[in-house]
Nanobody
Framework: QVQLVESGGGSVQAGGSLRLSCTTS????????MGWLRQAPGKEREGVAA????????GYAESVKGRFTISQDNAKKTLYLQMNSLKPEDTAEYYCAADSGGGCWAQKSRYNYWGQGTQVTVSS
């Protein structure tokens, strides 16, 4: 079992930056695929970034590549999503998720464990 708690969402103007955090607890000694997904009103949830905790390999959706960076701090048991050059179309509820199997890629949508979500709003 893994518990995930996101923080760091908020409102920002286009071009600004935010950093989301996801604090993990529970069975954190195993390797997981951990991802950040988002869902905008009226749209399907989409994966934007993922990292495999075992080797640190990362993947990004084309829509965020070069602007977002996913990273992990093993000592703090925390996952981050640094979001730069934010655009109004990045506005969404952002979720942290973890999965112990099934591969790891940015667009992965099936995860075992989910956080509660944090809202990101980007104004033009």
């Amino acid at each position: 079992q893994v518990q995930l708690v996101e923080s760091g969402g908020g409102s920002v103007q286009a071009g600004g930056s935010l950093r989301l955090s996801c604090t993990t607890s529970g069975d954190t000694d195993s390797s997981y695929c951990m991802g950040w997904l988002r869902q905008a009103p009226g749209k399907e949830r989409e994966g934007v970034a993922a990292i495999y905790t075992g080797d640190g390999r990362t993947g990004y959706a084309e829509s965020v590549k070069g602007r977002f960076t996913i990273s992990q701090d093993n000592a703090k048991k925390t996952l981050y999503l640094q979001m730069n050059s934010l655009k109004p179309e990045d506005t969404a509820e952002y979720y942290c998720a973890a999965d112990s199997g099934g591969g790891c890629w940015a667009q992965k949508s099936r995860y075992n464990y989910w956080g509660q979500g944090t809202q990101v709003t980007v104004s033009s």
